[in-house]
Antibody, heavy 125, light 110 residues
């Protein structure tokens, strides 16, 4: 079946980096944007960005909080998207989700129909 | 970019209807029809309920409907059921290939 499976929970020190993976199966990985969304404990959803797995083109949220710290990449040979977050801070503690765009490329719909199970990233000294 | 504003909480009795609003600006919701709504139960992954303002994915009950007027999008749930109690988030395209979520609304079924 169509699914996104993410890597396991991570615990990091402030200033470190984390790389979260999102493996797609059951559909053509290069046919749909992958978005990344995070949710801090007890807080709402926050959109981080998307990657076009076919071209590698990305778009990121215009949030000063993330400027230069987040990078989205993909490896089409293993149908996997990655989120890299550097210079971690305590307020980066959150569940990070990958989600598939509902629209078949080139027509993105900017809605998310398939979600990964989430990856808890804890930043603590 | 401005935030998308949702009420913090709404409530309704079983069988009744509730509407959750999502207010943006003339630069986002006011011009684009990429508005989606997500339901999230505690500890669960969000689920899309509405996309493209008013389209319902297969499997979503027709009690859920979406609309837009000016800079405000709305999610209406009719015939409220206990299982509808959850957090609801709007998400909109805000230009320059970027998206934004609203702050979320907690729905309580009385």
């Amino acid at each position: 079946q169509v699914q996104l499976v993410q890597s396991g929970a991570e615990v990091k020190r402030p200033g470190a980096s984390v790389k979260v993976s999102c493996k797609a199966s059951g559909y053509s990985f290069t046919g749909y944007f992958i978005h990344w969304v995070r949710q801090a404990p007890g807080q709402g959803l926050e959109w981080l960005g998307w990657i076009n797995p076919n071209t590698g083109v990305t778009s990121y949220a215009y949030t000063q909080h993330f400027q230069g710290r987040v990078a989205l990449t993909r490896d089409t040979s293993i149908s996997t998207a990655f989120l890299d977050l550097t210079r971690l801070r305590s307020d980066d503690t959150a569940v990070y989700y990958c989600a598939r765009d509902q629209g078949l490329l080139p027509a993105a719909i900017y809605a998310f129909d398939i979600w990964g199970q989430g990856t808890m990233v804890t930043v603590s000294s | 970019q401005s935030a998308l504003t949702q009420p913090r909480s709404v409530s309704g009795s079983p069988g009744h209807s509730v509407t959750i609003s999502c207010t943006g600006t003339s630069s986002d919701i006011g011009v684009y029809n990429y508005v989606s709504w997500y339901q999230q139960h505690p500890g669960k992954v969000p689920k899309v309920m509405i996309y493209d303002v008013n389209k319902r994915p297969s499997g979503v009950p027709d009690r859920f409907s979406g609309s837009k007027s000016g800079n405000t999008a709305s999610l209406t749930i009719s015939g409220l059921q206990a299982e509808d109690e959850a957090d609801y988030y709007c998400c909109a395209y805000v230009g320059s290939f970027t998206l934004m979520f609203g702050g979320g609304t907690k729905l309580t079924v009385l």
